[in-house]
Nanobody, 125 residues
Framework: QVQLQESGPGLVKPSQTLSLTCTVS??????????FSWIRQPPGKGREWIGY???????YYSPSLKSRTSISRDTSNNQFSLQLSSVTPEDTAVYYC?????????????????WGQGTQVTVSS
C-alpha cells in the first residue's frame, strides 16, 4: 500500500524558508509512471499546486511560486522535499505531498491517486 507522510515545522517566521519533507512508502519515487508533487490549501481557499519532481529528478514549478520554490529528493530514503523561501503570512496553509499520474496535468487535483494527510504550516512572528 502506498503511503505518503509530510514532516517539518508547523511555524515559520516571515522572511524565513519553509522546509518540508515527504516520506514515501510502498512505491518508489524513481518510477517513470508517476511524479510527486507538493500542493497547498490556504484557509478558506482551494488547493494550489506548488511543483513536482519526476522520476529523473527534474523539478517543475507553478509560475506564481517558481522564484521562491525548490523541490529536491533523497532516493536512498525515498523522500522528496520542499523549500519555499521568503515566506509571508499568505503562505500559511495546509501543505500536502501527493503522487500524480504522468498522464494528468499537475495542477489537476483529480490526477493524484495518493495523498499525505497534510501538515499545517503557519507563517507568523
Amino acid at each position: 500500500q502506498v503511503q505518503l507522510q509530510e514532516s517539518g515545522p508547523g511555524l515559520v517566521k516571515p522572511s524565513q524558508t519553509l522546509s518540508l519533507t515527504c516520506t514515501v512508502s510502498g512505491a518508489s519515487i524513481t518510477t517513470d509512471r508517476y511524479y510527486f508533487s507538493w500542493i497547498r490549501q490556504p484557509p478558506g481557499k482551494g488547493r494550489e499546486w506548488i511543483g513536482y519532481i519526476d522520476y529523473s529528478g527534474s523539478s517543475y514549478y507553478s509560475p506564481s511560486l517558481k522564484s521562491r520554490t525548490s523541490i529536491s529528493r533523497d532516493t536512498s530514503n525515498n523522500q522528496f522535499s520542499l523549500q519555499l523561501s521568503s515566506v509571508t503570512p499568505e503562505d500559511t496553509a495546509v501543505y500536502y505531498c501527493a503522487r500524480g499520474r504522468v498522464s494528468s496535468p499537475p495542477a489537476a487535483m483529480e490526477g493524484y491517486d495518493y495523498w499525505g494527510q497534510g501538515t499545517q504550516v503557519t507563517v507568523s512572528s
